[in-house]
């Protein structure tokens, strides 16, 4: 196999290792975006060792290669990797918008007893007091662990107005790696 498809794939399975990164790291945010930035150089990269290989590259390779490429300049999904690999080389981390869950629980004590009254549509109800608290009691109450989140997901925020698709980081990722991986197979096969 040649070189520069050997190097184009080893840059694939960089892309993959840092995706794999992002997954193991998606609750803390840090880890998570420097996994990403190093994902979007990676992928990118892909085809830049086929850019840089041109002068050594069979012509019809390289006729190819450029058909692919083409294509992809209307992909929408293909044109944002390109993009925020831009937007994470050229100017910064590429903005994110988070959706967490946040648990977190209350004690109360009441010093005193409390009624609580139970009225039913039906005009029924009831009423229940709860016996006082005591000092030793009082004592026994544990304070609750401080709140934590779940982050869910994360979503590239502020994207161009051409794509009218979800923004799902991850998802996105994925599909970028998918026609990556197809990229490589089909540059094997043209080079065998």
Known sequence: MSEYVENAKFKLD?????????????????KFLFSLDAFLSAA??????????RTRVDESVMKWYDTVTD????????????EMRNVSIKEH????????????????????????KKVSPDGKGGERTTP???AAQESEVKPQAPASSTVISRS???????LDQDNDVMR?????????????????????
């Open 156 to 162: 590239f925020y502020d994207l161009p107005e051409w």
């Open 172 to 192: 996105l990722c994925e599909e970028w790696l998918g026609k990556l991986e197809g990229f490589i197979a089909e540059a094997e096969k043209m080079v065998r």
């Open 44 to 53: 990118r990269a892909v085809t830049f060792v086929f850019q840089n290989a």
């Open 71 to 82: 294509g992809w300049k209307k992909d929408k999904v293909m044109r944002l990797l390109v």
């Open 93 to 116: 981390t590429p903005q994110m918008q988070t959706t967490a869950t946040l648990h977190f629980g209350i004690d109360v004590v009441f010093a005193d007893s409390l009624s609580i």
């Open 14 to 30: 960089e892309a993959k290792y840092y995706y794999e990164q992002m997954k193991v790291n998606f609750q803390d945010r840090t």
């Open 132 to 134: 006082q608290v005591t």
